[in-house]
């Protein structure tokens, strides 16, 4: 069946590989490829409203709903048309055969008139419940816990304005509520009412998504190399997967801001589990023991960029130019040590990032990380992504952060086992990009390119498009 999927307009390019996710969690292996999508007739794809096809049944279609961050709800499409009149005509079509269960005297429901773009007074709205009188409802109504909501949902014509681009014309759905999203999930965990965080700490809504890109739930393993405050990991565990983190900052996954301000808890602000452990460990040294493989189920993760806060690995300047030798640390000082570091370019840490991933995760596991992009001229961006033999990738989103720079969410699935074989073609492919597209990911370039003054000082905010969205 194609349901209909109004989702919130916001975070345009995430919304579709949300869904897909999810049917490959509650579904199995393979079912993320089979969701279909098209769209209503003269509806934009950064439109809201998308028709979609789940592989399985309203089960799967009420799960999906129920975990997703960007769903609003996804409903079983009676009718639609652009005026009442043909909305009217498509619901008086529809199988009564699929209407007339939810319609029987013994059920209770609720119609709710809802609109995007526009706003409908209450007079309106309930003159449009009153106009649905062709449709048999014998229950009776119960606006508190009805056993099923219809959905009135109209469009308005575009403007130039509103976000999307003018080519939508007005339209109105009918439809049954077959599932919704939990929105209460972010007012609790929203940052400002967080014990500890950081200047880098991820935004709620934004660590949640991860955690479904990262197909996050009970029995699986997720881990953070760059845990910082630990928000990706509490998304995680808040879908009941195990997890551990790591920093190269001792200061952070020990220290905190003290006993009762650190990761540990923020887990016990919210009642989460623990994360089995929090390392002091270095990305481009990982601590992990040479016959260790393959025990994660999903690494997600922010790495450090350069633009808000640099990349650092372990041995400080002299010792990587070879000035000074290794030290070890004696034994009184090791409680309060802290160890020096140099700088860490992002091509250098997310090459090391692709190899700790291709060696620790599992078959299927997912690699799930924010890369940045610099933007053109005109706006655009024309990334080239990281690859490696090991992973497939799936899904890029972009979020814009400002005209000149964005980050793209990567989303990999590991497809091929890990050999020497595989080590070194991976070598071979990171020279390349790194000679050939990123020279700006040296340390400092990105940061540079950010915040270097605008041309003839006019301001860069002149210059962004009204449409943020695809051009069409």
Partial sequence: MW??????????DYRRPEVESL?????GPGSGESVEWRMPENHNEDSPFHLVRLPGDERLAAQVANRSLLVKGIYELWGHGTTYEELEKSVMEYPDERKLPFLTPDSTFKIIVDSFGKAISSQEQNDIMKSLTYIPFKGRVNLKKPDHKFFVMETDDYGSNNGLPPVAKRTVFFGREVGAADRHLLPTYQLKSRKYIGPTAMDAEMAFLMANQGLARPGKLVYDPFVGTGSILVAA??????TMGADIDIRVVRDGRGPDCNVWSNFEQYKLPEPLCLLRADNNLPPWRPGLKEMLDAIICDPPYGVRAGGRKSGGRKLIKGVKGPYTVPDEKRDNHIPSTAPYSLAECVHDLLHLAARMLVMGGRLVFFY?????????ASPQFPEHPCFKLIASCEQILSYRYSRVLLTMVKVGPYTEEIERVA??????FRENHQKWME???LHSAVFEPAQDGKPDKELKPKYRGKYV
């Fill in 427 to 432: 070598e071979e492919q990171h020279r390349e």
């Fill in 372 to 380: 940045p992009v610099l933007r053109s001229e005109d706006g655009a």
């Fill in 443 to 445: 340390e400092g370039n």
């Fill in 3 to 12: 349901y209909l999927c109004v989702f919130y307009h916001r975070l345009l």
């Fill in 23 to 27: 049917a490959e969690l509650f579904a």
């Fill in 237 to 242: 565990a808040h879908f009941g997967a195990m």
